[in-house]
């Protein structure tokens, strides 16, 4: 096969089924589309298909008022009517108030790019819907200047989801889908160890323990993730907390538990029973 | 073969697309599943499966459509998913005894009870009341009881950690926030509003034309949808079961930003004299200040299984918390509310065959009822907006 094959990167671990996912989207040019748990690595995911394949990264963050037309170019009136008022440029050009968004840049460039969609769920609900055939047949016109655009080389699209909104039928038959799952303890560990080399055996034994231990019971509402952990031993260090007294105190649990009603949840139990 | 495959996984429910299939066949051709079964399942999972919660089907589909095939790849890949947590998580030793009672001579038992008994009990194996080791009540021990109210627990343990968790992860039984939404959003009135004015875009244009060009800029009131919301939610108790899916119409209603205005309050069973805004630490404002707010412009949804006592409804002081001696009873702040606000339904999630509970039977005699599906929910909306004559019963 002539592409390159994605690997994942020293800082980025990634899963065999992760992997060939990545490589399937790229192959078959269809928009991977990935979901998981807050913190899984999701949107970093991107950034180590565009670190590992060179490629250069487009981000398109979506929020609730984003529209899919913003995506591919906006046309500033605004700016041209002032413009012509004040007599400042030669509006009979209206190129020059096209602005492309990063879907439309994505589809112009020259070289093949990987695009981040970020978090497409934020959206109104009929925002995929709207960006269906741009992203099906990688070609859009500007319609004020008559212009049409279409990828010289289809990006590698990349679209992260945290479930808020379920995604209609019709975008997902065009998608790659893989769903991210929690890392086990072993994978965890390696993970961590990315992140914080130096670590001791026993304090990330400890910590592993612990951490484990708050996501399984049943009563915590938000569980913590695998950014949060990261968080939370980062906290233990500069705080030179020694392995034994994680177990004791579960120190610095704020970093983990973001929710009062968790927070208070696991004191009780610390409180009232053993910890494991 | 492969096209068999292809069948087998839409005779187990999942709705793979030709598209869908297409892709496989390209990914196939291309070689990406490396002559590998434990690949192809990959593969084939990431191009045809694209919600989690359908996971499940699909490794069920894929493990009896392969079984003649079976390899320790394979095995491996069963095993895992039975690892996978998305099954209730309850011991061996919880199920055997969960299996203590079935849940239909449960509730036959149970509403036996509830029609012999005239008194309020305490202790005891029997009747229904606190403490003691009757399946019924609350505070009680016995593995599948009933709960009557009492803090958390679901109606009876066996629905709780029972299969009812388990189907919540499937999509086909669940009404996602996204078809919330849709039902939602035809849930509205356009109308010109007070607030902050806008700019008019056609009349500034017309106006600047008129001007010989010199931009005038006109604005005026916008057009907003004039409806204003409110949700009363049951939670706790009965209501645990239900808790997921009472989040997703909660969140797709507090999501949809077209509401003029929309307020929520949760109550335990039945509304009485207070209203909620937190059920955990009891804050809320009594019933009557709520109602003051209010108009017969307000639009009412209520959401709750209406499961209860019929005692909780008709009785001075029947309300489900023991510390708490109503007045007024459950009806007749139901019938207070109604008359309040006339444009109101109650929404159930209990399917509609249990609706013959005597409780339920009560509540539906005064709001119009429906279930909480995409039917259910539409229908309502319907009544709502006056497509459907409003009438209870």
Known sequence: ?276 | MFVDFLYHLRDTGLKTSSTEWLALMEALAAGHARGDLNTFYHLARCLLVKRESDYDAYDRAFASFFSDLETAELSDELLKWLENPVLPQISDEDRAKLKAFDLDELAERFRQLLEEQKERHDGGNRWIGTGGTSPFGHGGAHPSGVQVGGGGGGRTAVQVAGARRYENLRSDRVLDTRQISVALRRLKKLDRDEGPEELQLDETIDASARNAGEIELVFGPPRRNRVKLLLLMDVGGSMDPYTLLSERLFSAAHAANHFKKFEYRFFHNCPYERLYTDMRTWQGEPTIDVLKRLDPTWTLVFVGDAWMAPTELTHVGGAIDFDHRNIITGIQWLHRIRQRVPNSVWLNPEPKRRWTAPSIKLVKSVYPMYELTIDGLTEAVDVLRGRRPNRAG
Not at chain 1, 101 to 118: C, N
Not at chain 1, 238 to 259: C, D, H, N, S, T
Request: glycine share 6%; hydrophobic share 40%.
């Open chain 1, 1 to 276: 096969m002539s592409f390159h094959l994605f690997t994942g990167t020293d800082t980025y671990l990634v899963t065999p089924e992760l992997r060939d996912a990545v490589n399937v989207a790229c192959a078959l040019e269809r928009p991977l589309l990935i979901r998981g748990e807050p913190g899984t690595g999701k949107t970093v995911l991107a950034e180590a298909i565009a670190q590992n394949l060179g490629k250069q990264l487009l981000t398109w963050h979506i929020k609730s008022t984003t529209k899919a037309q913003e995506g591919l170019y906006v046309y500033d009136t605004v700016q041209r009517l002032n413009d012509a008022r004040f007599g400042d440029r030669d509006v009979s050009d209206i190129r020059q108030y096209i602005k492309f968004g990063p879907l439309g840049l994505a589809l112009r460039s020259s070289e093949r790019v990987v695009l981040l969609i970020d978090e497409i769920d934020k959206a109104d609900m009929e925002f995929p819907n709207d960006l269906l055939h741009e992203l099906d047949r990688m070609t859009f016109t500007v319609l004020e200047t008559g212009d049409k655009v279409s990828a010289q080389h289809r990006p590698i699209v990349v679209i992260t989801s945290n479930n808020e909104k379920e995604l209609p039928d019709a975008f997902l038959r065009r998608c790659v889908f893989h769903y991210i799952e929690f890392p086990s303890k072993e994978s965890m560990a390696e993970i961590v160890r990315v992140h914080h080399p130096e670590i001791e055996d026993e304090l990330l034994r400890q910590v592993l323990l612990r951490f484990y231990w708050l996501r399984e019971l049943p009563e915590v509402r938000k569980r913590p993730s695998t950014s949060e952990l990261i968080d939370w031993i980062a906290a233990l260090k500069r705080g030179g907390i020694a392995p034994a007294a994680i177990e004791r105190e579960l120190p610095f649990l704020g970093v983990l538990l973001k929710r009062e009603h968790d927070l208070d949840t696991v004191l009780n139990k610390r409180r009232f029973g053993r910890v494991s």
